[in-house]
């Protein structure tokens, strides 16, 4: 996560993000109702104004893909630089890193019903879990499994974690457009960190068939869904933890962020301005 340092030493970013205004959210007795809460907590959070996010949203875990949103918007202000949640809006989209974990990626999507989404993508790294799928390659998630335990306290265990088609079909086009190809199946998704060298755990993947394992894509699916917001998810395969020569490194993840984060983050972008351009609702599901 040293990308964090990079963008707080960007002048150009950080001197433009000075001159707005962040609000500061008031310290108010009884806030006793969900939407009390989140109206006050999401601008504690990022620093933004309700009024001043888009409805459709991009979430990450990286402070590059903030960045790079921000360069090419007319370096748009990035708010929220001492904030746990760092975000930038143009063109009707807000950016927001929310950090990493389930738990997180829970509570930024609690918050988000502040301002009730149109839709959100959720732009991620994760681990192949196929040999044949290789560092670089996009996945496409048609389901993802819950095994971080942060969405049973949201619905329960039978529920499947699953994105809303008509995003993910937009992502799909969108992909086509830009010459790419991509990978479908479903992805774990898991608290667990430093797992690499457990055999028991990695003979559990194995058994599960999944193709990718990750740490928030179950958790968003599934709160999105009991939070009735539209969620897709495409994800970007930055190792292959499956093998101790493919277990990330400092020096890998920079070599994936170099060559490959900037089609990830434009095919997001473009995915979301399909459904603004089009007026295409993404709703689908009976929530």
Same mark, same amino acid.
């Given at each position: 996560m040293n990308e964090e340092i990079k963008i707080k030493k960007d002048e150009a970013i950080v001197n433009k993000a000075k001159t707005v205004k962040e609000v500061q959210s008031p310290i108010r007795a009884g806030l006793k109702t969900k939407e009390a809460i989140v109206a006050n907590w999401l601008p504690r959070y990022t620093g933004r104004p309700l009024e001043e996010f888009g409805k459709?949203?991009?979430?990450?875990?990286?402070?590059?893909?903030?960045?790079?949103?921000?360069?090419?918007h007319d370096n748009a202000p990035v708010m929220g630089l001492d904030k746990p949640m760092q975000s930038v809006t143009a063109d009707g989209i807000t950016i927001i890193n929310f950090g990493m974990g389930s738990s997180v990626a829970a509570t930024v999507m609690d918050l988000l019903t502040a301002i009730t989404p149109k839709a959100i993508i959720?732009?991620?790294?994760?681990?192949?879990?196929?040999? #044949? %799928?290789?560092? /670089?390659? *996009?996945? +496409?998630?048609?389901?993802?499994?819950?095994?971080?335990?942060?969405?049973?306290?949201?619905?329960?265990?039978?529920?499947?974690?699953?994105?809303?088609?008509?995003?993910?079909?937009?992502?799909?086009?969108?992909?086509?457009?830009?010459?790419?190809?991509?990978?479908?199946?479903?992805?774990?998704?898991?608290?667990?960190r430093v797992w690499e060298h457990d055999k028991v755990f990695k003979r559990l993947l194995k058994k599960l068939r999944a193709s990718a394992v990750d740490m928030e894509t179950a958790t968003i699916f599934v709160t999105g869904f009991?939070? #009735? %917001?539209?969620? /897709?998810? *495409?994800? +970007?395969?930055?190792?292959?933890?499956m093998i101790p020569e493919g277990v990330k490194t400092s020096e890998s993840d920079s070599k994936v962020t170099e060559q490959y984060v900037e089609t990830h983050l434009h095919i997001g972008i473009e995915s979301l301005k399909q459904l603004i351009n089009n007026g295409l609702t993404v709703r689908h599901l009976k929530f």
């Amino acid at each position: 996560m040293n990308e964090e340092i990079k963008i707080k030493k960007d002048e150009a970013i950080v001197n433009k993000a000075k001159t707005v205004k962040e609000v500061q959210s008031p310290i108010r007795a009884g806030l006793k109702t969900k939407e009390a809460i989140v109206a006050n907590w999401l601008p504690r959070y990022t620093g933004r104004p309700l009024e001043e996010f888009g409805k459709y949203i991009i979430l990450t875990n990286f402070s590059k893909y903030i960045q790079l949103f921000s360069e090419w918007h007319d370096n748009a202000p990035v708010m929220g630089l001492d904030k746990p949640m760092q975000s930038v809006t143009a063109d009707g989209i807000t950016i927001i890193n929310f950090g990493m974990g389930s738990s997180v990626a829970a509570t930024v999507m609690d918050l988000l019903t502040a301002i009730t989404p149109k839709a959100i993508i959720f732009l991620g790294k994760w681990g192949s879990l196929k040999k #044949k %799928i290789n560092v /670089g390659e *996009l996945i +496409l998630p048609i389901a993802a499994i819950r095994g971080e335990g942060t969405s049973n306290d949201y619905m329960p265990a039978e529920v499947p974690a699953l994105p809303a088609f008509a995003l993910q079909k937009a992502i799909s086009t969108t992909i086509r457009d830009f010459k790419r190809d991509y990978w479908t199946g479903t992805c774990y998704t898991t608290n667990r960190r430093v797992w690499e060298h457990d055999k028991v755990f990695k003979r559990l993947l194995k058994k599960l068939r999944a193709s990718a394992v990750d740490m928030e894509t179950a958790t968003i699916f599934v709160t999105g869904f009991a939070n #009735k %917001i539209p969620t /897709g998810a *495409l994800l +970007l395969v930055s190792d292959q933890p499956m093998i101790p020569e493919g277990v990330k490194t400092s020096e890998s993840d920079s070599k994936v962020t170099e060559q490959y984060v900037e089609t990830h983050l434009h095919i997001g972008i473009e995915s979301l301005k399909q459904l603004i351009n089009n007026g295409l609702t993404v709703r689908h599901l009976k929530f």
